[in-house]
């Protein structure tokens, strides 16, 4: 026997079918805009990321660059302090002027702290990454720490100089720091030369420069692999 459903049931059912339609269109549709909108924000933190972590790797190279000086230069000291070696006057100026180089590391955190202040770490997916992003960063306290004893010892070794030799400042040399400090060259060898004390502070500056430019090296490599990581991404 064959049964007729009322019209009405049918014009319901058509209405329940076209309003569960319209609704999944809309979830559709809003999520494929919140994932093109994550999308969006997903590849502005990495692009802003990888110009931060390229700063800091152009600061981090200087840092090497003048903390190797620094190392040479403690060690050559050393070196003519115990009269292993002769140098020219102009070279224990210039020596003696590099070790008390140090450097500052400006580290660019901006990102990564509004990634953590806003609650958006998700925004970068691979798990992996993300942890070691979180603890390249978390290395530049240590960093800071090494370069901070550096420079005590920096401006013990300038106490040294200053009380053993006279000096000139060579202003025009402002940016250039082995140049701008000038002691008097036969001061030096006549107050320094064998003292004990200056030798074993040379010695603190050297391991603290090797110290300095082991942790430069690291982050270098870290920074590299991140930066390509973050590249990948997008």
């Known amino acids: 026997m064959e049964v007729h459903k009322p019209k009405f049931v049918k014009g319901f059912i058509a209405e329940i079918l076209v309003i569960v339609i319209g609704i999944s269109l809309a979830v559709t549709a809003e999520h494929i805009v919140e994932k093109f909108q994550h999308h969006k924000e997903e590849t502005g933190v990495i692009k802003r990321m990888v110009l931060e972590l390229q700063r800091d790797s152009s600061d981090l190279v200087y840092n090497l660059k003048y903390h190797q000086k620094a190392l040479d230069a403690d060690s050559l000291l050393t070196k003519w302090s115990r009269k292993e070696i002769e140098l020219p006057q102009d070279s224990v100026v210039i020596y003696a002027s590099r070790s008390m180089v140090f450097t500052f590391f400006a580290s660019s955190t901006a990102e990564i702290d509004a990634l953590k202040g806003s609650g958006k770490l998700y925004l970068i997916q691979d798990h992996e990454l993300l942890s070691s992003i979180l603890k390249h960063y978390d290395r530049y306290d240590d960093y800071k720490l090494s370069t901070d004893l550096t420079i005590r010892i ?81």
């Open 154 to 234: 920096s401006h013990r070794l300038g106490d040294m100089y200053s009380d053993n030799a006279g000096l000139d400042t060579h202003l025009s040399e402002i940016q250039n720091l082995e140049k701008l400090y000038a002691y008097n060259a036969r001061e030096l060898e006549k107050n320094l030369r064998g003292n004990k004390r200056f030798e074993n502070l040379l010695q603190e500056k050297r391991v603290m420069d090797a110290f300095v430019i082991q942790q430069t090296k690291g982050a270098l490599k870290r920074i590299k692999k991140i930066i390509e990581t973050l590249n990948n991404q997008h």
